[in-house]
């Protein structure tokens, strides 16, 4: 697998992507997490400008997960009900999502991102089982509750590879 920065012609396969990745969530009981539309081309658009989106690729090139990755302080993070494991610089997995049709491709995404920053920070909806397992099964710890901008809260995990060794 391969992952690369997005471009604007990736959006509709990006979009696809998203759209399953409700999808499943909404089947396995997660109704709340994201809407119908999100994230929209705008904020699609925005990550691909600011160089945050990235999409993985298989060998011959077909896409099977986007995620986009930020290494500015979120401002969301900035308030935790409970406790970082550190303040050190870090880097923001958000939008991640996968096509379903290879097994561990959301795991080596996240993986790609722990190789690359020794700090990486990542939520998720309570009811998002999946990604709760998986980001434990690699490492994070639950640090608290943040809220989104629109005031809905978030399970908030951290990666350190300072407490990893």
């Not at 012609?9 to 994201?34: A, H, T």
Request: proline share 4%.
């Amino acid at each position: 697998m391969d992952i690369r920065l997005a471009q604007k012609e990736d959006i509709p396969k990006m979009r696809e992507i998203f759209d399953y990745g409700r999808q499943v969530q909404q089947e396995s009981g997660n109704l709340d997490q994201w809407e119908v539309g999100y994230p929209s081309e705008e904020l699609i658009l925005a990550d691909i400008s600011k160089k945050a989106a990235h999409v993985c690729e298989d060998e011959k090139g077909r896409m099977l997960g986007v995620l986009s990755v930020f290494t500015t302080p979120d401002p969301t993070y900035q308030e935790i009900e409970g406790t970082w494991l550190n303040e050190e610089p870090y880097a923001t997995i958000h939008r991640i999502a996968t096509n379903g049709k290879r097994k561990g491709t959301g795991q080596q995404m996240i993986k790609w991102v722990q190789n690359q920053y020794e700090n990486v920070r990542i939520d998720t909806h309570e009811k998002n089982e999946q990604m709760k397992h998986v980001v434990k099964k690699l490492g994070f710890e639950y640090c608290g509750i943040i809220y989104l901008e629109n005031g809905d809260p978030r399970n908030a995990y951290q990666y350190s590879k300072d407490s990893s060794k």
